[in-house]
């Protein structure tokens, strides 16, 4: 896995409507969520927290992008049906390259795992936060505190 301190791994991936996002698109601070599953409550919920937070996560300079294996079609459902208003972005084709670039590619289940990076405005990875399983959410708190340090 990418680790503290490593230059993040660059990527562009299409957007909601297949537009291309890249890291150096994104200003300031960038919080890159890699979620397993959308549509489902754990994965909905910490998306609606980063949606319901945009002014706070604006406050201390920071883009969030989230970042699934499922399609763009399906991407875009989620991201309508929850009222998303940062990138989602499909990692879809070639299937989980920047979830392995990054080290959180569940090999076994075809899905990213759990993890989130904060990367600098140089493009170095400051934190990550992870779950220790696909059941278990991470706090939008874990997100605050890990900014706060960069």
């Known amino acids: 896995m990418v680790a503290i301190g490593d230059p993040a791994p660059a990527f ?15 200003e300031g601070t960038r919080l890159i969520v890699f979620i397993p599953n959308p549509f489902t409550g754990i994965c909905d919920g910490e998306a609606c927290a980063l949606r319901d937070n945009l002014a706070q996560l604006e406050d201390l300079d920071a883009d969030a992008v989230v970042i699934t294996a499922h399609g763009v079609a399906t991407n875009k459902k989620w ?3 929850n009222g998303l208003r ?3 972005l499909s990692d879809f084709w070639p ?20 993890t989130s990076f ?6 170095v990875v400051r934190d990550i936060i992870a779950s220790d399983t696909l059941g278990q959410a991470r ?12």
């Open 79 to 81: 991201a309508e049906e």
């Open 95 to 114: 299937h989980g390259n920047v979830a392995r670039a990054y080290g959180t590619f569940n090999e076994e289940l075809g899905i990213a795992n759990r």
């Open 12 to 26: 562009t991936l299409p957007d909601t409507d297949k537009n291309p996002v890249s890291l150096t698109d994104l």
């Open 86 to 88: 940062f990138p989602v």
């Open 118 to 123: 904060v990367v600098d405005g140089d493009g």
């Open 139 to 150: 706090t939008y708190q874990s997100y605050v505190d890990a900014l706060g340090k960069v």
